[in-house]
Nanobody, 121 residues
Framework: VQLQASGGGLVQAGGSLRLSCTAS????????MGWFRQRPGKEREFVAAIAWTGRAKHYADSLRGRFIISRDNAKNTVYLQMNNLEPEDTAVYYC???????????????WGQGTLVTVSS
C-alpha cells in the first residue's frame, strides 16, 4: 500500500486545515487508518484512528473535540479535519494503514511521507 498525504501548510492559530491521505496499490477496505504526528523535538504520537467501516473512531485524549477523522472508501481516502488549531499542533502529520486496531505506531504496516502543518501565533 502506498499512502500519499496532503493538505498541510501554514495557518494562524484558531484556524482550520483538512489533511487528506490517499491509498493505492491494494484494496483500501479492511484497513484501519490512522494519523500520527511528530512535533519538533518530540517523538511521534498518535492522533486518531478510524476502522475500515468508519463506525469506530479513536482519538488522542488531548485532541478529542478539535480533530475529526473520517474516510471515504470509494475514494481510498482518509481525512483529518483539524479545527481551532494551536501553535502546539505544529508538526509533521503522517497517515498510516494497518490490519489491526490501535494507537501504537507498531500496529501500522504502511506509512505515508508526512505533511507539514505549521500554526503561527
Amino acid at each position: 500500500v502506498q499512502l500519499q498525504a496532503s493538505g498541510g501548510g501554514l495557518v494562524q492559530a484558531g484556524g482550520s486545515l483538512r489533511l487528506s491521505c490517499t491509498a493505492s496499490g491494494r484494496t483500501f477496505n479492511g484497513l484501519t487508518m490512522g494519523w500520527f504526528r511528530q512535533r519538533p523535538g518530540k517523538e511521534r504520537e498518535f492522533v486518531a484512528a478510524i476502522a475500515w467501516t468508519g463506525r469506530a473512531k479513536h482519538y488522542a485524549d488531548s485532541l478529542r473535540g478539535r480533530f475529526i477523522i473520517s474516510r471515504d472508501n470509494a475514494k481510498n481516502t482518509v481525512y483529518l479535519q483539524m479545527n481551532n488549531l494551536e501553535p502546539e499542533d505544529t508538526a509533521v502529520y503522517y497517515c498510516a494503514a494497518g490490519q489491526s486496531w490501535g494507537s501504537s505506531s507498531s500496529e501500522y504496516e504502511y506509512w505515508g511521507q508526512g505533511t507539514l502543518v505549521t500554526v503561527s501565533s
